[in-house]
């Protein structure tokens, strides 16, 4: 089983043609997933009702069959139950999403606390824990990698030269906001989403289940070279990620 488990390819990045999410690599991903898929299951019953309806009302309701048409206007028994029963599916929705909704605003006492700052067109990062002066500091810049600089097995528009390396199974605070235009620190894998706003601080709290490279965004219209200001989230062991930043510390 262990042997079968190291042998899965999990989806952590964009693919041509994709029509389904990236696989998850936190709770709240997996939430949105699961949610995601209730909510298909109401759709199918209702559209596959919808139809159904349809067909029987052309069928039915054709004038060559009844050319003297009822003159009933009213039903009180089938508007009742078109009011009910609508009704109950949405809060068969409504509980779930907003159990969601409001852990995913839940703030959790974090290990490690990252500050991502966006720029026209690149980010920045300051791993804020570890930063005992202004000469002593844990912080860089993210810029994407030009294509013609790409190596074997490089995701183009997606690489960076710098990588954010957090430790998995930790929680995470990233603290979002923007020094210049509007923009949005957005990693699909991970099921964030966050705006950078300028002169305001938002915050989003994250648990990786795994290790792993995960790629995003920036998912708000920035300017001229909106899409080529990717990010790179790679979570990798507790020691690895005590090695890196003893590194980057020296």
Not at 71 to 99: D, N, Q
Not at 126 to 137: A, K, L, P, Q, R
Request: hydrophobic letters at 45%.
């Amino acid at each position: 089983m262990k042997n079968e488990w190291n042998r899965i390819a999990y989806c952590d990045a964009a693919e041509p043609w994709q029509l389904g999410f990236q696989d998850a690599a936190t709770p709240m991903m997996q939430g949105i997933i699961d949610l995601h898929h209730d909510i298909m299951f109401f759709l199918v019953i209702i559209i596959i009702f919808v139809l159904w309806m349809l067909v029987r009302v052309l069928w039915h309701f054709n004038y060559k069959r009844n050319p003297i048409p009822e003159r009933i206007v009213h039903g009180t028994t089938i508007e009742i139950i078109w009011t009910i029963i609508p009704s109950i599916i949405l809060m068969f929705i409504a509980i779930p999403s907003f159990a969601l909704l409001y852990s995913m605003d839940e703030v959790v006492d974090p290990a490690i606390t990252i500050k991502a700052i966006g720029h026209q067109w690149y980010w920045s990062y300051e791993y804020s824990d570890y930063n005992t002066s202004d000469e002593e500091s844990l912080a860089f810049d993210s810029y994407m990698i030009a294509e013609d600089d790409l190596e074997l097995g490089q995701l183009r528009l997606l690489e960076v030269d710098n990588r954010v390396v957090v430790p998995a199974k930790t929680h995470l605070r990233f603290i979002i906001t923007s020094a210049d235009v509007l923009h949005s620190w957005a990693v699909p894998s991970l099921g964030v989403k966050c705006d950078a706003v300028p002169g305001r601080l938002n915050q989003t709290s994250i648990f990786i289940k795994r290790e792993g490279v995960y790629y995003g965004q920036c998912s708000e219209i920035c300017g001229t070279n909106h899409a080529f200001m990717p990010i790179v989230v790679e979570a990798v062991s507790l020691d690895d990620y005590v090695s890196w930043v003893s590194n980057k510390l020296d």
